[in-house]
C-alpha cells in the first residue's frame, strides 16, 4: 500500500536523510554526503530554509520500504521581493516507478496550494544555498563537483510526464588548467590595473567577517534586478554562506577586487577545492575511518570549482574578471591541480557563459529546472 508522510519525528527524519544513500548505492558517480553534515542541512542548519518561509518534507513509503521523498517549501524572500506566488521542490529522489513521484508531486502541489501560490519551480536549491540546483539531463557519467547535483536520468521524464516545462537551464564548464588559454591575459591585466587602478586582494580567512560584509557589499549593488532567482541579500544569509564555504576554503583561490583609491569592493570570486573527491572515500560517515580517509586523500585532490563571480556595474568590462580568472589559474597551476569547473552559471548570464568560453572552458553538464502553473 502507498502512503505519503509527513518528516515530524527521528524515524521519519532518518528515513528522509537514509534514503538518498539507498538509493544511489553502487553508483560509482555518486558521491555520499556526510550523514551527520546532511541530517543538518535537510533541518536547515546553516541555511534560510525555515527563515525563507513555510516548507514540509515527505516520504512516500510502499507498505513500511521509503520509495521516494522530497521537499517542499515557500521562499517569502523571493516572493515578496519580486512579487511572485511561487513554490519550490528541492531534494526529490525517487526509485524508478512513476506512481510513487506522482503521488509525491500531488502532495507538494496540495501543499503550495493551501499557502495560496500559483507556480512550482524545481528542483531548486534550499533558500540561501548555491547547491544542488536542476537535473542533470545530459552528462551521467561524471563525478559531481562539490555542492553540485546527481540525479538519476529518469527524473527528468517524470517531472516531465507531471506536466512541468523546463524553465532555465544552468551549465557547468569545464576545462583542464593547462589548456586554458591565458596568454592574452597575461598581457592585458597589468595594463587594466594600472589604468582603472585597482588591485585584487586573496581574502583573510584570519578575518573573514570584513571580506564577508565585502562581498555583501558587492552582491547588493552588482546582483541584476531582473533575475528572478535572486534576491538582495541579507548579512545573516551572507554569514551563513561564509560560514559553509570556510571550511573548504584556500585563500589563493578567493579574491576580492578593490579600488585604490576608496579601497571599496568592487568585486570578488570563490574557487573551491572539489573536496568531492576525498568525501567519496568516506562513504557518508566520519567514524570509524572516514577522518582517516578524508585527510589521506584530501592531499590527492587535483579539481577546482570555480564557484561565483561578481563585479559591480561600474567595473564592468575594465579586466576585473579577467584579473580574478588569471589570478585563479596561475595559482591553481601553482597548486598542481588540473581541472577547472566553472559552475552552476544560468543561462541568462550570458555575460559570464562568454567570459568563461574565453578561456577555452566547454560545456560538460547541463542542469535543468522545471516549472509547472498550479
Not at 55 to 69: E, L, P, Q, S, T
Not at 119 to 134: F, M, T, Y
Not at 157 to 176: L, N, Q, S, W
Request: charge should be negative; glycine fraction near 6%; include cysteine.
Amino acid at each position: 500500500m502507498i502512503s505519503i508522510k509527513e518528516v515530524n519525528d527521528k524515524k521519519t527524519l532518518n528515513d528522509f536523510v537514509d534514503f538518498i544513500y539507498e538509493n544511489y548505492e553502487g553508483d560509482k558517480n555518486f558521491v555520499p554526503p556526510l550523514r551527520s553534515d546532511y541530517i543538518k542541512y535537510v533541518q536547515g542548519v546553516d541555511n534560510d530554509l525555515n527563515e525563507a518561509g513555510p516548507n514540509i518534507k515527505y516520504i512516500c513509503y510502499d507498505d513500511d520500504k521509503v520509495v521516494g521523498r522530497l521537499l517542499v517549501g515557500v521562499n517569502n524572500i523571493i516572493n515578496e521581493y519580486h512579487g511572485f506566488k511561487e513554490g519550490y521542490i528541492s531534494l526529490f529522489e525517487c526509485v524508478e516507478n512513476y506512481e510513487y513521484a506522482e503521488k509525491l508531486l500531488d502532495k507538494a502541489i496540495e501543499f503550495l496550494k493551501s499557502h495560496g501560490m500559483t507556480k512550482v519551480k524545481g528542483p531548486l536549491s534550499l533558500p540561501g544555498g548555491e547547491d544542488n540546483r536542476g537535473f542533470i539531463v545530459d552528462n551521467f557519467d561524471a563525478q559531481p563537483f562539490i555542492m553540485n547535483t546527481y540525479n538519476k536520468k529518469y527524473y527528468n521524464d517524470f517531472f516531465i510526464k507531471y506536466g512541468f516545462e523546463k524553465y532555465f537551464d544552468c551549465y557547468a564548464y569545464k576545462d583542464t588548467i593547462e589548456n586554458a588559454d591565458i596568454e592574452r591575459y597575461e598581457k592585458l591585466v597589468p595594463y587594466a590595473m594600472k589604468k582603472f587602478d585597482f588591485r585584487v586582494d586573496n581574502i583573510n580567512l584570519s578575518n573573514v567577517d570584513k571580506d564577508a560584509m565585502d562581498i555583501m557589499n558587492v552582491l547588493e549593488r552588482a546582483l541584476p534586478r531582473e533575475w528572478d532567482d535572486f534576491a538582495p541579500p541579507r548579512e545573516e544569509e551572507i554569514r551563513k554562506i561564509v560560514k559553509q564555504l570556510v571550511p573548504f576554503a584556500d585563500s589563493d583561490l578567493i579574491f576580492i577586487a578593490r579600488d585604490n583609491k576608496t579601497n571599496e569592493p568592487i568585486g570578488f570570486n570563490i574557487t573551491l577545492p572539489d573536496y568531492n573527491q576525498a568525501i567519496k572515500k568516506m562513504n557518508g560517515r566520519l567514524f570509524p575511518f572516514g577522518f582517516l580517509k578524508f585527510l589521506y586523500y584530501k592531499r590527492k585532490i587535483n579539481r577546482l570549482r570555480f564557484f561565483v563571480l561578481f563585479v559591480v556595474p561600474e567595473y564592468r568590462k575594465k579586466g576585473v574578471t579577467s584579473v580574478m580568472y588569471l589570478k585563479t589559474y596561475l595559482n591553481a597551476l601553482k597548486k598542481g591541480y588540473t581541472e577547472l569547473e566553472g559552475s552552476t552559471i544560468w543561462e541568462y548570464n550570458r555575460d559570464m557563459m562568454n567570459d568563461v568560453e574565453s578561456f577555452g572552458a566547454k560545456i560538460n553538464i547541463t542542469y535543468r529546472i522545471y516549472q509547472k502553473d498550479i
